[in-house]
């Protein structure tokens, strides 16, 4: 059974649209932390959220933390081929990161 | 945030055979840890490495598999022992500076056994 829920596990859109990627879980995590990682690389920490319903803006990329800090969303707006990737979305539990199964995000040009 | 180095960067091994993977923070942290990830997919957390002491492991992962050593506070090591094909797969350190820190990854260490 997975701890936390990530959907879509594949994700292919053009360029220009918009998309959102869920994180959900029946745990409360102290945070949730969002990574981006390319292939031949480590994971990328993009954003840390800490407060229930906390809202995060990086350029074109949204974090939002639920109220209740189990669940969490990443939404790009106006998608671009360089945001292709592995997103994966993590919260904290007893001093460990738990890992989401990870969304494959292709942007085609 | 810390930089995180890791050697070899992928290996080509025997079956039955063991390789030490190494992993050099450039600042002092206070949690490293290792973790293990089929390509394309999530992280799977090894153990966390604990400075001076044993490593904590997680369910399905054992010392005699997994030895994990942690001199300082900057470096550690992760070897994996008497290796079968299902050990392919790519090995990450990370490090934090403490509970509440951003955890930040090395580039991993994709191993293939024949």
């Known amino acids: 059974t997975q701890l936390l829920e990530q959907s879509p596990q594949f994700l292919s859109i053009q360029e220009g649209e918009n998309l959102t990627v869920y994180c959900n879980s029946s745990s409360v995590f102290s945070s949730l932390q969002w990574y981006r990682q390319e292939p031949g690389e480590g994971p990328v920490l993009l954003v840390t959220?800490?407060?229930?319903?906390e809202v995060k803006k990086l350029k074109r990329l949204t974090f939002q933390f639920g109220d209740a800090r189990k669940d969490s969303s990443l939404h790009i707006t106006a998608a671009q081929p360089g945001d292709t990737g592995l997103y994966l979305c993590?919260?904290?539990?007893?001093?460990?990161?738990?890992f989401g199964q990870g969304t494959e995000l292709s942007v085609k040009p | 945030s810390a930089v995180i180095s890791q050697k070899p960067s992928r290996d080509i091994c025997q079956r039955g055979t063991s390789l030490t993977i190494q992993c050099q923070v450039d600042?002092?942290?206070?949690?490293m840890f290792w973790y293990r990830q089929q390509p394309g997919q999530s992280l799977t957390l090894i153990a966390t490495a604990n400075q001076g002491s044993e490593a904590t492991y997680e369910s399905g992962f054992v010392i005699d598999k997994f030895p994990i050593s942690r001199p300082n506070l900057t470096f550690s090591t992760l070897t994996v022992s008497n290796m079968s094909p299902e050990d392919s797969s790519i090995y990450l350190c990370s490090a934090t500076g403490g509970v509440g820190q951003p955890q930040h990854f090395g580039d991993g260490t994709r191993l293939s056994i024949l």
């Open positions: 959220v800490v407060t229930g319903g």
């Open positions: 993590a919260g904290l539990k007893g001093g460990k990161l738990i």
């Open positions: 600042s002092q942290v206070t949690m």
